[in-house]
């Protein structure tokens, strides 16, 4: 795989969180449980424990970026979908439990900026036909915990029907 974080476009307009509900996710407070918050700081490690493989474009990323103050995580999450879309046609899934627990921890942990970048920035990704090849969206289905897969039906009903996003 290349270093170069690559983005493709899929033609659909990226909105800002006040549009898509996101950023009232969960309490406000952020307090989910006794676990801690994760951030955008911190929310590549557990990834990257989950899918070491990862860690060659994570580190790119991260060189790439270095000193630029808030490093474009969306870009890295772009490079994430396509790693993972390629483990999935190689039928290299071994560890997809794993990553997907991930997914479902940002989603169920992570503060506004880490729930949103889970949903539009890797599981709208995932679903993007333009990233695709030989392999097709609901392939990772089996994968998606149960609010991962909420979010994964919400944003299918964004794109098809127009339904807006929204934390009810």
Same mark, same amino acid.
């Given at each position: 795989?290349?270093a ?26 952020? /307090?989910?449980?006794?676990? +801690? ?8 490690? #557990? &990834?990257?424990? *989950?899918?070491? =493989?990862?860690?060659? /474009?994570?580190?790119?990323? +991260? ?8 490093? #474009? &995580?969306?870009? *890295?999450?772009? =490079? ?19 990553v997907?627990?991930?997914i ?10 880490v ?54």
């Amino acid at each position: 795989m290349s270093a170069e974080i690559l983005f493709v476009s899929n033609n659909r307009e990226r909105l800002p969180s006040t549009h898509c509900g996101h950023s009232r996710l969960g309490p406000e407070s952020d /307090s989910m449980s006794d676990r +801690s918050v994760i951030t955008r700081e911190s929310m590549f490690e #557990p &990834l990257l424990a *989950a899918d070491p =493989s990862f860690a060659p /474009s994570w580190t790119a990323f +991260s060189e790439e970026w270095d000193g630029e103050g808030d490093q #474009p &995580l969306y870009l *890295a999450l772009v =490079s994430l979908a396509h790693h993972l879309i390629g483990r999935l046609k190689a039928g290299d899934t071994s560890n997809f439990a794993a990553v997907f627990d991930v997914i479902e921890e940002w989603h169920l942990r992570g503060d506004a900026y880490v729930r949103e970048a889970a949903s539009i920035g890797l599981l709208e990704d995932l679903q993007n036909t333009n990233l695709h090849d030989g392999t097709e969206p609901v392939e990772f289905e089996p994968w998606l915990r149960s609010e991962s897969k909420l979010w994964w039906k919400k944003l299918d009903r964004f794109w098809s029907k127009g339904e807006p996003l929204s934390s009810s």
